[in-house]
T-cell receptor
Framework: DTGVSQNPRHKITKRGQNVTFRCDPI?????LYWYRQTLGQGPEFLTY????????KSRLLSDRFSAERPKGSFSTLEIQRTEQGDSAMYLC?????????????FGEGSWLTVV | QQQVKQSPQSLIVQKGGISIINCAYE??????FPWYQQFPGKGPALLIA?????SEKKEGRFTISFNKSAKQFSLHIMDSQPGDSATYFC????????????FGEGTQLTVNP
């Protein structure tokens, strides 16, 4: 049973450095989502892809954040010039193609600590 | 703008008791309402979900009650067990939002043995 896979699971970086997270969705899921979750809060939507097209970006996704899904399979989320406020868990999720109300499956998350 | 409001923030229940968590939404375009369970250090896992064409859905010990006119829905956990201790999130999505989920703030449930 291969679920949504995220790497690395934990990343500690110095302020100002760039970091990249990778997400491998469930096979044949054409939709892929990135969320951010801080302690004590619910996940907040960042962006989503349908196949390789990035269809929506949240206002939370500043210019320092960029996400790609080049071949409609895995995705990367890059954060440039990290700030302490970027410390959070970055969740990737995927869902199969339906009209609406998809079951969205989350990965285990990638924890980012900016020191 | 918080579109899904969840209460209570925390809940303590005795083993065997009923846990009830409530959510209210604002966006009438929402048409899918899932509940997620999250253990510390893990990603959220789908527990149960409902669409507005039914007022109740039950899966094992978990039941969603849905009130479309009041724009509210709730999760009931019957015969609560210590293993149910986790954080629960309600969420909502709609056709116009690309199925992206808007989450509530979460409820930390503790079931005492």
């Amino acid at each position: 049973d291969t679920g949504v896979s995220q790497n690395p699971r934990h990343k500690i970086t110095k302020r100002g450095q760039n970091v990249t997270f990778r997400c491998d969705p469930i096979s044949e899921h054409n939709r892929l989502y990135w969320y951010r979750q801080t302690l004590g809060q619910g996940p907040e939507f960042l962006t989503y892809f349908q196949n390789e097209a990035q269809l929506e970006k949240s206002r939370l996704l500043s210019d320092r954040f960029s996400a790609e899904r080049p071949k409609g399979s895995f995705s990367t989320l890059e954060i440039q010039r990290t700030e302490q406020g970027d410390s959070a868990m970055y969740l990737c999720a995927s869902s199969p193609p339906t009209i609406s109300g998809n079951t969205i499956y989350f990965g285990e998350g990638s924890w980012l600590t900016v020191v | 703008q918080q579109q899904v409001k969840q209460s209570p923030q925390s809940l303590i229940v005795q083993k065997g008791g009923i846990s009830i968590i409530n959510c209210a939404y604002e966006n009438t375009a929402f048409d899918y309402f899932p509940w997620y369970q999250q253990f510390p250090g893990k990603g959220p896992a789908l527990l149960i979900a409902i669409r507005p064409d039914v007022s109740e859905k039950k899966e094992g010990r978990f039941t969603i009650s849905f009130n479309k006119s009041a724009k509210q829905f709730s999760l009931h956990i019957m015969d609560s067990q210590p293993g149910d201790s986790a954080t629960y999130f309600c969420a909502a999505s709609g056709k116009t939002s690309g199925s992206r989920l808007t989450f509530g703030e979460g409820t930390q449930l503790t079931v005492n043995p």
